[in-house]
Every structure is written in structure tokens, then in C-alpha cells.
């Protein structure tokens, strides 16, 4: 088991849950997606780490391409407004589209997405989504088909998941004391 990081306060997921997490997703889809040939849209920079792992436990073809996005700047807080900033190489049109996306927090990412990849006409477009925060009284916009685990509402790090660009190289996902970012 990988060492706590001193500016984690407590572990959510081990190593070994995300494994049998991703595992478990990964054959989900290729039995959903067997004639398919998906196109994996992974969410950059966090959904990186995810990404990789998904694709391993599909068994079926599938293709993969990158968007990346910001709307938390470097911050804690959504700052509301999603950026484009880099967009697909892939034409979407008639395809079966995975959103893979490592957090679904306040869902604002991935409900910007999804409208804006709907809008190019895939064939299909769902969402797997690695985490997502159970945030009291909130119902997030997007219903992901795929979902990983829920973690709790705090700011987590780890496994691609970051803090000002710090921790996404963490193996384990875990909940960062609020004194390394106040
Ligand atoms: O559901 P939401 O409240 O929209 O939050 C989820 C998004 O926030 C993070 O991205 P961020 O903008 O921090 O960029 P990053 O992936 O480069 O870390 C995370 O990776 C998701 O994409
Ligand atoms: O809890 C989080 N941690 C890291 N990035 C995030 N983006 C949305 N929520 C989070």
C-alpha cells in the first residue's frame, strides 16, 4: 500500500478499490459496446490517469481522443464557466461516444460537454464517471451510465485529481487538508 502523503488527510479509495472500480467499469462497457467501437472522449488534465486504466479493461475495439477543459482554474471552487482548451481530432459524427471524466462534482464540466458534443450528432453519448461527490441537496445536471464510486464532499486528490497541478500522480484518492490550500 502506497504511502499517505502528508497533505492527505485521510484515504477514500486505496489502490486496490479504484482497481476492482475500474475493472468492474471497464467490463460493463465492453459488453455494452461489443459491435461498437466506442470513442472514448477523456476529459484532460484529470481524467488522464482514469483514461488509461478504462481503456486496459476494455476488451472490446475502442478508440480514444482528448478534450481538455478548465473551469476551476487553479482553485478549489467551479469558477462557472467551462473553457474549451483544446478540442477533439475526432469527427463525432455517427459515433458512440464515452465521456470518461475522472470527478463529477458540480456536474457543470460534463453537462457543457455533453450538450456540446450532442450538438456534432454522435450516434450515442454517455458518461463514465470514476468519481462522483455526494453533495448534500444537489442533484447534478448529468446522469453518468458508468459511475465508479462516490466520495464524499470534500475536496479530494489523487489519481489524476489535482490541487494546483499538485497530487494527480498520487495512486491513491484522498481527502487534502484544507491547510494545504487556505
Ligand atoms: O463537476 P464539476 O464541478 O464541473 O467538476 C469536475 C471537473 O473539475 C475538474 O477539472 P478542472 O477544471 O479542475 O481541470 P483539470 O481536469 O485540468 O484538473 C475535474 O477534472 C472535472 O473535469
Ligand atoms: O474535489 C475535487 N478535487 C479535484 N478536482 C476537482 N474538481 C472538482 N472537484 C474536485
Not at 34 to 46: E, M, Q, T
Not at 51 to 59: G, S, V
Not at 68 to 88: C, H, P, T
Request: charged letters at 25%; one cysteine or more.
Amino acid at each position: 500500500m502506497a504511502e499517505m502523503h502528508p497533505d492527505v488527510e485521510s484515504v477514500v479509495l486505496s489502490e486496490e478499490d479504484i482497481h476492482r472500480i475500474v475493472s468492474r467499469m471497464g467490463r460493463q462497457i465492453s459488453e455494452d459496446y461489443a459491435d461498437k467501437n466506442p470513442l472514448i472522449v477523456a476529459v484532460l488534465r484529470g481524467a488522464f490517469v482514469f483514461t488509461a486504466d478504462l481503456m486496459r479493461a476494455i476488451t472490446v475495439p475502442c478508440s480514444v481522443d482528448f478534450m481538455a477543459v478548465s473551469s476551476y482554474g487553479d482553485g478549489v471552487k467551479s469558477s462557472g464557466v467551462v473553457r474549451i482548451v483544446k478540442d477533439l481530432d475526432t469527427k463525432v459524427e455517427g459515433r458512440h461516444i464515452i465521456v470518461a471524466e475522472d470527478i463529477l462534482d458540480s456536474g457543470l464540466t460534463l453537462s457543457y460537454l455533453v450538450k456540446l458534443l450532442q450538438s456534432r450528432k454522435p450516434a450515442s453519448i454517455e458518461i463514465a464517471a470514476f468519481s462522483i461527490k455526494d453533495i448534500p441537496n444537489h442533484t447534478p445536471a448529468v446522469t453518468p451510465r458508468y459511475v465508479g464510486a462516490h466520495v464524499p464532499d470534500a475536496f479530494v486528490v489523487g489519481y489524476g485529481l489535482d490541487y494546483a497541478e499538485r497530487y494527480r500522480n498520487l495512486p491513491y484518492v484522498g481527502i487534502l487538508k484544507p491547510e494545504a490550500y487556505s
